[in-house]
């Protein structure tokens, strides 16, 4: 008789710190693949909706920041496809802003384990922290972060010896870290061409409460389109099936556009924590604060460090679900 072999894991007793995986399919970023993400997500980022606006910007077409990390953490499935929940992210950066027709390939390591204290009546999990770094077709680093994920366990008895606290992973990032990606692109033209306010004409300490909420719909595509492989995106399971986090932080980054149309794009991410799971058919509401500015270059234009707080509105009640903190780039 022919065996048969299961597809699944990896749990958390067959994570290591070092352990690397590098096999899943890269992927080309095309306006077919742009196009039904923004279906999914919304968003109104001009650079991204515009071809001549962004080549006279960019030098090209820039593909939507949100769908180059979404097919980044889609990539980094592979280790996570029994993941229970995602905590947070830690500084993602860009290296560079991939186009339209640009291939993604992403390697994941896993950098930090740690076994959680069993309680009653809650299965036994345990945490890895892998970094996610993603190239494009010629090598170039476009992405490098971290993710924390809850794994559980194969075996409810296994003791990995590893339940020391694990390291903060918050993010600083140097100013020239930041302004290298957009060093090239012609802010004075974007700001030329573009009518409304501008980086200068904001002040640190606003908050923009955005009216009207987005509902969310065409999870298991959203996750079906950017390789996403977590059992718990696509199978309802005993628990139901869960939202993938970047579809919530997707809608955040739509609704900040709504506050602040001319935001060129997101160039970084302070941190980002899911602070309880998303449904399908729940509605997101958000506010976004202005936290402070920086001046990009001699030439113009403004790093904006943004704070988005998201709610989902379900049978009635109100929940917190996500706290994001990134950097924007306003002309």
């Known amino acids: 008789m022919v065996p048969t072999e299961k597809i699944d894991g990896p749990f958390f007793e067959d994570l290591s710190v070092g352990l690397r995986v590098a096999d899943a399919p890269s992927v ?17 980022l001009r650079l991204a909706l515009d071809v001549n606006l962004s080549r006279a ?8 920041p949100a769908l180059v990390w979404d097919v980044a953490i889609g990539q980094s499935t592979l280790l996570t496809r029994r993941v229970v929940a995602n905590l947070f992210y830690r500084g993602l950066a860009f290296h560079r802003f991939p186009q339209i027709g640009d291939t993604l390939h992403t390697t994941t390591e896993v950098v930090g384990i ?26 170039r680093a476009v992405l490098d972060f971290r993710r924390c994920a809850m794994f559980p366990l194969r075996d409810p008895s ?34 030329s061409l573009v009518q409304g306010a501008h980086g200068d004409a904001l002040t640190p300490g606003t908050v923009w409460e955005v ?14 389109m950017i ?22 932080i997707g809608i955040a980054a739509a609704q900040a556009t709504r506050a602040l149309p001319n935001l060129l794009t997101i160039v970084a991410w302070h941190g980002c924590d899911h602070l309880a799971a998303v449904r399908e058919g729940d509605t997101l509401r958000s506010t976004l604060e202005l936290e402070r500015i920086e001046r990009l270059s001699a030439q113009g234009g403004s790093l904006v460090h943004l704070r988005s707080r998201v709610q989902a509105v379900r049978a009635g009640q109100t929940v917190d679900v996500l706290d994001w903190r990134f950097i924007g780039v306003m002309a």
């Open 28 to 44: 080309t970023l095309t306006e077919g693949l742009a196009t039904v993400h923004r279906a999914i997500m919304g968003g109104r």
């Open 57 to 64: 910007v960019t030098g090209g077409p820039l593909a939507h």
């Open 114 to 139: 740690r076994q959680n204290r069993p309680r009653p009546g809650r299965a036994a999990t345990g945490l890895g922290v892998l970094r996610i770094r993603t190239v494009d077709q010629e090598g």
């Open 158 to 191: 296994f003791s990995s010896g590893h339940d020391a606290e694990l390291p903060d992973d918050t993010c600083e990032f140097t100013p020239d870290a930041l302004r290298a990606p957009v060093a090239d692109w012609n802010l004075a033209r974007f700001k």
């Open 211 to 224: 009216a009207g909420g987005d509902v969310v719909s065409s999870a298991p595509e959203l996750a079906r």
């Open 227 to 248: 390789l996403n492989l977590a059992i718990v995106h696509h199978d309802a399971g005993s628990e139901g099936r869960l939202v993938y986090g970047g579809h919530t």
